[in-house]
Nanobody, 127 residues
Framework: QVQLVESGGGLVQAGGSLRLSCAAS????????MGWFRQAPGKEREFVAAINWSATTTNYVDSVKGRFTISRDNAKNTAYLQMNSLKPEDTAVYYC????????????????????WGQGTQVTVSS
């Protein structure tokens, strides 16, 4: 029904920056929230950031606050994750997620609240 495709991952030195993109396509109706999660080998998938439809509310996990910024362009059905001051512990596969049929203010923090997921993009931060 809805497809999400992440891009922008890669290898970067500690202290560097990357900008991830998530393009949504398919049967998208009304308003929807978008979020980013990440998963390192041997670890559970964890919440990173989320943004509501109107981009008036954002949520971040504490470990990325001040370094990462989530944004969106609704005309392009695309979400972004700007990652600055990257650390080796940020190394993970990053997944984009979408929650359809939200109101303007929802920016969910929980994995179970999202309906669709991308394939993931690898981010590797070297020291």
């Amino acid at each position: 029904q809805v497809q999400l495709v992440e891009s922008g991952g890669g290898l970067v030195q500690a202290g560097g920056s990357l900008r991830l993109s998530c393009a949504a396509s398919g049967r998208i109706f009304g308003t929807y929230a978008m979020g980013w999660f990440r998963q390192a080998p041997g670890k559970e998938r964890e919440f990173v950031a989320a943004i509501n439809w109107s981009a008036t509310t954002t949520n971040y996990v504490d470990s990325v606050k001040g370094r990462f910024t989530i944004s969106r362009d609704n005309a392009k059905n695309t979400a972004y994750l700007q990652m600055n001051s990257l650390k080796p512990e940020d190394t993970a596969v990053y997944y984009c997620a979408a929650r359809l049929r939200t109101d303007w203010g929802m920016a969910p923090l929980h994995e179970y609240e999202y309906d669709y997921w991308g394939q993931g993009t690898q981010v590797t931060v070297s020291s």
